[in-house]
């Protein structure tokens, strides 16, 4: 019978490394079944599952690959893998595979820790681990500054209790103040081609219709029907227009200081630069106004826009709005649409929001990401995003920092 074996060879990174024991291993005829390497610190570990043909010797070639270890400085592990046990390891290729990400601005041990002992608890087995984010230095002077750190693990299995799994996620996330995702690994998840977004703070910091009623003196009163309605506790509608009507009679030239105030959340431009340049398409869809969501379309190069028109009458707002209210079931609507035009599965879409309106969006969307969301959203949707800026959303796709465009 043909002889399985596991070398693993362990060290400091070289180059030549992988081809000098390849090519010892080639004079054998082996077939390579399985081949992994990672780098961690200078430090290379590399694993390879041969399989020894019956006309070969196993001896002359552990020999030779010890030989060929030693003349690398590299260390050397042998060991032999049964047929039963590898069959059992081919019938695993099969099984649903997911993806965890874990995001924050430092990873420590008990957050993987905790992390892990969930996924194994749920029976998930990880396959790999990798770390999409750059190197943090830890210089004093730049210790204290906005990073972020991502690993990702690769698991296989089907949680027993897929919503349990989920909320002990959530759990753990608000506990070590991170963020964890749960994915299916699927073909979607790597094909993603459209993005949508909420724009009041989510795209910008403030909520645009509480600074124009800031200017229009009745800062109080809108402020807590914005917040009534993003907690779920209105009807979107009814809210909307009586916080339009309340600011009749403002003047419109504040329409544009505002504008000019207007602070962009962490991570905007890096984020919408880099999918424009992956070739995503990018919507807003806004229950604000348009006046300011068409300024950061052409600020930062959104493919469509759709939000609220002010009615403005003699440089004066009239306390109405034109046309059809963008409310969560028009964003639901909206996201279809588009993707429609743009021959995109919805599958294929990331739809991002903060409040209860962009809920249904949210849930249609192949991944909906809840962002620095009040807790009924975070709950509701299926990823979330608090500890880090919009760039975070890069990391749920894949992306590593060493691929920016």
């Given at each position: ?12 990174d ?11 291993l080639?004079?054998f005829?082996v ?10 610190h ?6 390879i599952?041969?399989?020894?043909p019956v006309?070969?010797?196993s001896s002359?070639l552990l020999?030779d690959?010890?030989f ?10 042998f060991?032999?893998?049964s047929?039963e046990a590898y ?5 695993g290729?099969?099984?649903s595979r997911h993806?965890?990400t874990l ?11 905790s ?6 608890r749920h ?5 790999n681990?990798s770390r999409?984010s750059g ?7 730049l210790?204290?500054?906005?990073n ?6 690769s ?17 753990a ?12 690994d699927?073909?979607?998840?790597r ?8 724009m ?7 909520e ?14 809108v402020?807590a029907?914005?917040e009534?309605a ?12 009586k916080?339009?009507?309340l600011l009749?009679g403002?003047d ?13 959340t ?20 806004s ?8 300024g950061?379309?052409r600020?930062?190069?959104?493919d ?6 002010l009615d403005?009458?003699e440089g ?9 209210i963008?409310?969560g079931?028009?964003k639901?609507?909206?996201l ?8 995109v599965?919805?599958?294929q879409?990331i739809a ?12 249609i ?5 809840a962002?620095?969301a ?5 709950q509701?949707a ?5 500890t ?7 990391y749920?796709?894949?992306f590593r920092?060493?691929?920016e465009?």
């Amino acid at each position: 019978m043909n002889e399985i074996i596991l070398l693993t060879i362990s060290g400091k990174d070289k180059p030549g490394v992988t081809s000098a024991i390849t090519q010892t291993l080639a004079n054998f005829d082996v077939n390579i079944l399985d081949i992994g390497q990672a780098v961690i610190h200078d430090t290379l570990s590399l694993g390879i599952l041969v399989q020894v043909p019956v006309q070969a010797e196993s001896s002359p070639l552990l020999r030779d690959v010890l030989f060929k270890a030693h003349e690398l400085d590299m260390n050397v592990r042998f060991q032999p893998v049964s047929d039963e046990a590898y069959e059992h390891w081919v019938d695993g290729q099969g099984k649903s595979r997911h993806i965890i990400t874990l995001l924050g601005r430092r990873i420590r041990a008990n957050h993987i820790a905790s992390v892990t002992e969930i996924a194994a608890r749920h029976g998930l087995n990880i396959d790999n681990i990798s770390r999409l984010s750059g190197r943090i230095s830890l210089k004093p002077e730049l210790v204290d500054q906005k990073n972020n750190a991502c690993v990702e693990f690769s698991v296989r299995g089907i949680p027993a209790n897929a919503s349990a799994l989920r909320e002990e996620f959530l759990q753990a996330a608000s506990e070590y103040d991170v963020d964890i995702a749960f994915q299916k690994d699927d073909i979607y998840r790597r094909n993603r081609r459209l993005v949508v977004f909420d724009m009041d703070s989510t795209l910008i910091e403030a909520e645009v219709i509480d600074e124009l009623a800031r200017y229009a003196g009745v800062g109080e009163q809108v402020a807590a029907i914005t917040e009534a309605a993003m907690r779920g506790e209105l009807d979107f509608n009814e809210s909307f227009r009586k916080r339009v009507a309340l600011l009749k009679g403002l003047d419109a030239g504040v329409l544009e200081e505002i504008a000019q105030s207007l602070r962009l959340t962490e991570g905007v431009e890096t984020l919408v630069s880099q999918l424009k340049a992956l070739g995503f398409k990018t919507a807003i869809l806004s229950g604000g106004f348009t006046y300011f969501a068409e300024g950061l379309q052409r600020r930062l190069g959104f493919d469509y826009v759709y939000a609220n028109e002010l009615d403005i009458q003699e440089g004066k707002v009239t306390g109405e709005v034109k046309g059809q209210i963008v409310n969560g079931e028009r964003k639901a609507q909206l996201l279809r649409e588009i993707a429609e035009k743009e021959g995109v599965r919805l599958e294929q879409t990331i739809a991002v929001g903060d409040g209860a309106n962009d809920l249904p969006m949210l849930s249609i969307a192949g991944l909906g990401i809840a962002f620095r969301a009040k807790p009924l959203v975070r709950q509701s949707a299926k990823q979330s995003i608090s500890t880090l800026g919009l760039d975070g959303i890069l990391y749920l796709i894949g992306f590593r920092d060493r691929d920016e465009l």
